[in-house]
């Protein structure tokens, strides 16, 4: 089957733009993640969206960061206002979130941002 | 902050076992220990997990030890394909399933 998308696979902006990345989980996972991954550095939460509870927004690094998951499948990051310092690779991921202690997130292959 | 620690380097030769430790200290009665991998340019992929009875399956095999501070994630048969950063990750006592990421442990495996 399908894994999770993420479009696009790169984006390059200019300093002080707006941009949208996408992810399309797996179908019927109702946990949805994102992270970021600077360039040599581990991976870094942003945000996690579970069914229709309010999402858990502890990773973002600022408030130019916003996420939305509408009907509980697709997702979309906004980073207003970009800055050099925004430059990584944004990942999603889906979970099924069948037992509440356990769980495997799958992993799409990211978007690489970079911004000028 | 990452619950984990990892030796930042190994490697080992193609064809050989690959055992890569992991310590867990603090690690509490409910949690689990979480195995994933990056390979370059891609993004984690999942590999195993446990409580506190060792695992196995079509990948590898997972030993905790019996006081639950440390594991060791062992590839019986690495291949060049197992080049990666692999990941150790204790599961986050919190309303959401993050994961923490530390700075992994980085694999050659050689020809």
């Known amino acids: 089957g399908a894994g999770v998308s993420q479009s696009p696979s790169n984006k390059v902006t200019e300093k002080g733009k707006d941009v949208e990345l996408r992810c399309d989980p797996i179908?019927?996972?109702?946990?949805l993640y994102w992270y970021r991954q600077s360039l040599g550095q581990g991976l870094e939460f942003l945000i996690y969206?579970?069914?229709?509870?309010?999402?858990?927004k502890s990773g973002l690094p600022s408030d130019r960061f916003s996420a939305e998951r509408t009907g509980g499948s697709v997702s979309t990051l906004t980073i207003q206002r970009t800055q050099q310092e925004d430059s990584a690779v944004y990942l999603c991921?889906?979970?099924?979130?069948?037992?509440?202690?356990?769980?495997?997130?799958?992993f799409g292959p990211g978007t690489r941002l970079t911004v000028t | 902050d990452a619950k984990t620690t990892q030796p930042p380097s190994m490697d080992c030769a193609e064809g050989r076992a690959a055992n890569l430790p992991c310590n867990h200290s603090?690690?509490?009665?409910?949690?689990?220990v979480y195995w994933y991998r990056q390979i370059h340019s891609q993004g984690p992929q999942y590999i195993i997990h446990?409580?506190?009875n060792n695992e196995t399956n079509e990948m590898a095999s997972l030993i905790i030890t019996e006081d639950r501070k440390s594991s060791t994630l062992i590839l019986p048969h690495a291949t060049l394909r197992d080049t990666a950063v692999y990941y150790c990750?204790?599961?986050?006592?919190?309303?959401?399933?993050?994961?923490?990421f530390g700075s992994g442990t980085r694999l050659l495996v050689r020809p």
């Open positions: 991921a889906s979970s099924p979130v069948s037992r509440l202690e356990a769980y495997e997130q799958y």
């Open positions: 179908s019927g996972h109702t946990a």
């Open positions: 969206f579970q069914g229709n509870s309010a999402p858990d």
């Open positions: 603090t690690i509490s009665g409910n949690e689990y």
């Open positions: 446990g409580l506190k």
């Open positions: 990750i204790v599961s986050v006592m919190d309303s959401s399933y993050k994961l923490i």
